[in-house]
């Protein structure tokens, strides 16, 4: 069998996109609840086989994306496998936006899987990414086992969480400046791209947002849901500082009557993030509020008479980091503390470059990070070094599990310091 890795050509985005799940109608994410679903109904729900004119309009849409990178794997000839990388920026500690290439849409057909064709179309986007100049690559794992033989590490995490009506009593506050409106999907679309771009500059972890990415907010309803609805929040000069996509949706079942689910909400202060959450919880006619893909450390709690009252019913892993490039990547980020480290990466296979030991020094400020002779301090692996960039992982967790090795206990409490960062690092979305 003849293997060949490209980007396919127009001619061929149909077949492209006809290996992937969302083309053919089967299953791409793991068979368990999804953290980011937030109503009561199995997900994700049955789907058919894209048409003929829904692949050709994906090809359409694809082909005027420049910040869409497909490749596809031919088996004599035959396209049998695809993916992409999406370009995106993510901000990093520092509020700093770093170039970041999204693994997306991936899929091999089942007739030629376990033949290392996802191996080869993965170094294809690698090469192709550090090529293009970006440094780190991410992606949301539709199975936990796949993408760790690849380096990728989980970097961001998200949980789902549920709060009955009754216990969201919130501590009081003097009154604060502002009004609360409920507004159309129109008027949403609108808003959505410019709060997104205040809010990802502030907050590590954080996605630009690719083109059109609001455009199916809808006032109508979809199946047996009711449509979204939208709230927002203005300042006292009627700026836009917080919004919020929810819905009620139907249920089969009595225990989920009345369950208000929130969908999205954004706030560039802490006063409009209040404000928003003080009406969804205390909503007319409904039980319960559950929000989904939030994060780990949410705000929400410490604003509860009760924080028991907010139940987190699953944590999951959210996006999977990949370090394409250690020097440009490390001295792309600021450090909490101002140090200097010397460390090893001693395998690579995807990427040889980054073997090595390197000497980072860094500050509040900046950083470099140069290839060294010196002996390092500490030896960790591509996938621990991507768990611990974005500043949320705990170098001590990945020491005991084996994944940081050194002969000085002071040497991982000095990278546990330089790395972390508080608030963790999240995203609001995935791709």
């Known amino acids: 069998m003849q293997i060949n890795v490209r980007p396919p050509s127009r001619a061929e985005m149909s077949n492209y996109y006809k290996a992937l799940p969302s083309g053919n109608g089967l299953p791409s994410w793991e068979a368990a609840p999804a953290a980011w679903h937030g109503g009561s109904e199995p997900w994700p729900q049955p789907r058919q086989p894209a048409t003929a004119e829904q692949l050709e309009a994906w090809a ?54 376990r033949r290392g064709l996802l191996r080869k179309m993965m170094q294809t986007m690698f090469d192709a990414a550090i090529e293009r100049g970006e440094p780190i690559s ?10 760790g033989r690849f380096g990728f590490s989980p970097a961001t995490y998200r949980t789902r969480w549920e709060i009955e009506r009754s216990q969201a009593e919130l501590f009081p506050l003097e009154d604060t400046i502002g009004s609360l409106e409920l507004i159309g999907a129109s008027e949403a679309r609108a808003i959505w791209p410019v709060l997104h ?20 907010l809808s006032d109508t309803a979809s199946g047996t849901d009711s ?42 202060n802490p006063s409009a993030y209040r404000a928003l959450w003080h009406l969804l919880l205390d909503f007319d006619l409904t039980r319960k509020v559950v929000a989904h893909s939030r994060p780990r450390d ?82 960790l692996d591509i996938q621990a070094l991507g768990a611990l960039y974005l ?3 705990s170098a001590q967790l990945l020491a005991a599990a084996g994944r940081i090795r050194s002969d000085q206990t002071s040497s991982i409490d000095k990278l546990s310091r330089m790395f972390r960062t508080d608030p963790e690092p999240h995203n609001s979305f995935g791709f």
């Open 227 to 268: 449509p979204l609805r939208y709230l927002v929040h203005r300042d006292s000069t009627g700026t836009v500082d917080g919004i919020a996509n929810f819905k009620l949706p139907w249920s089969r079942t009595v225990d989920d009557v009345g369950t208000l689910v929130v969908e999205a909400l954004e706030a560039t």
């Open 60 to 113: 359409d849409s694809s082909e005027k994306n420049q910040n869409f990178h497909p490749v596809a794997a031919f088996a004599d000839g035959r396209l049998v496998g695809a993916s992409a990388m999406l370009s995106f920026e993510v901000t990093v500690p520092g509020s700093l936006q770093l170039p970041m290439a999204g693994v997306t849409g991936t899929g091999v057909l089942a007739t030629h899987r």
């Open 197 to 216: 771009e205040r809010v990802r500059h502030s907050r590590v972890g954080e996605l630009s947002a690719q083109p059109g990415r609001w455009n199916g």
């Open 298 to 379: 949410e705000p929400l709690r410490q604003m509860l008479r009760n924080p028991r009252a907010m139940r987190i019913t699953r944590q999951s892993d959210n996006l999977w980091m990949r370090i394409l490039d250690v020097p440009a990547a490390l001295a792309a980020r600021t450090y909490s503390t101002p140090d200097t480290i010397a460390f090893s990466v001693q395998t690579d296979e995807m990427v040889p470059n980054n073997v090595g030991t390197w000497r980072l020094e860094a500050d509040v400020t900046g950083a470099s990070c140069v290839r060294t002779n010196d002996a390092p301090d500490l030896t």
């Open 391 to 393: 500043g949320g992982m």
């Open 138 to 147: 991410m992606l949301s794992a539709s199975e936990g086992s796949i993408y």
